[in-house]
C-alpha cells in the first residue's frame, strides 16, 4: 500500500504541474500573477501536498517564483531574458550538428519516428499560418522534443525543451497583445523536417539559424531597435 500511494501521489503532482504549466502557456496565469498552494489545492480539489510539490517543480524549471509569505507567482521574463535563451539553444544546436557532422559527415535519421515528426511540423506550421497560439504551443513543444530525442542525448534534450517552454511563456503575453501576432509566428517546421530527410546538415543549419534569426528580430521590434 505505501508503494501504490507514493505513485498515485507522485502521479498527482505530475497532473497539476502540467495542468498549471499549461495554463500559464495559453496565458491564463499572467506574469507576475499570485496565487497560494491553498488556492491551487482549492481550485483542483486536491490535498495540498502535491500541489506544493509541483509549484517547487515548477519553481525548479523558472516558470514560478517562490516568496516565503506571499506563495507563489508567475515568473516574469524580460525581452533580454528571451534573448537568452534564444543565443543559448542556437549555440547548443549549433554544436550538436558539428559534433554529427564531424563524426559521420551527414545526418541520418528516418523511419517511422520522422514520420511522426512529419506530422508535428504539418500540424504546426498549419497553426503557425492560421495565427492559432493554442494549437501551435503543443504542436511545436512536441516537434522540437522529438526532433531533439533524434540527434541529442536525453540531458541536452531535457535542457532544449525547458528554454523552448520559457521562451513561449515569455511570448504568449506579447503575441496575445499583437495586433497580427500571424506576422510574428515561426512557421519553417516541414522545411527543418524536409532537411534532416535529406540528411544534409548545412540545410538544417540554414533552416535553424533562419529560425533564430527571426527570433532575434521579433526581440528587437519588442523593444524598438527594429
Not at 497539476?16 to 482549492?42: C, S, Y
Request: charged share 25%.
Amino acid at each position: 500500500m505505501p508503494a501504490s500511494g507514493a505513485v498515485t501521489r507522485n502521479t498527482l503532482r505530475q497532473q497539476v504541474a502540467d495542468a498549471l504549466r499549461d495554463e500559464v502557456l495559453a496565458g491564463r496565469l499572467q506574469p507576475g500573477q499570485e496565487f497560494t498552494v491553498k488556492h491551487i489545492a482549492d481550485q483542483y480539489g486536491v490535498s495540498a501536498t502535491p500541489v506544493r510539490e509541483a509549484l517547487v517543480d515548477l519553481t525548479a524549471q523558472g516558470l514560478l517564483d517562490s516568496d516565503q509569505h506571499k506563495g507563489f507567482r508567475v515568473h516574469r521574463f524580460t525581452v533580454e531574458d528571451y534573448r537568452g535563451m534564444v543565443e543559448a539553444r542556437a549555440l547548443i544546436v549549433d554544436g550538436i550538428f558539428r559534433r554529427l557532422c564531424d563524426r559521420t559527415g551527414a545526418l541520418h535519421v528516418h523511419g517511422a519516428p520522422l514520420v511522426s515528426v512529419r506530422r508535428r511540423a504539418e500540424e504546426a506550421a498549419r497553426a503557425a499560418r492560421a495565427g492559432d497560439l493554442d494549437i501551435l504551443i503543443g504542436y511545436d513543444l512536441r516537434f522540437w522534443r522529438e526532433l531533439s530525442g533524434f540527434v541529442a542525448n536525453s540531458y541536452i534534450a531535457d535542457f532544449l525543451h525547458r528554454l523552448r517552454v520559457q521562451a513561449w511563456v515569455f511570448a504568449v503575453p506579447h503575441l496575445r497583445a499583437a495586433r497580427e501576432p500571424g506576422a510574428w509566428l515561426w512557421n519553417g517546421h516541414e522545411e527543418l523536417v524536409d532537411a534532416v530527410t535529406l540528411g544534409d546538415p548545412d540545410a538544417v543549419m540554414a533552416v535553424v539559424d533562419a529560425y533564430n534569426a527571426h527570433s532575434m528580430r521579433w526581440a528587437d521590434h519588442l523593444d524598438g531597435r527594429r
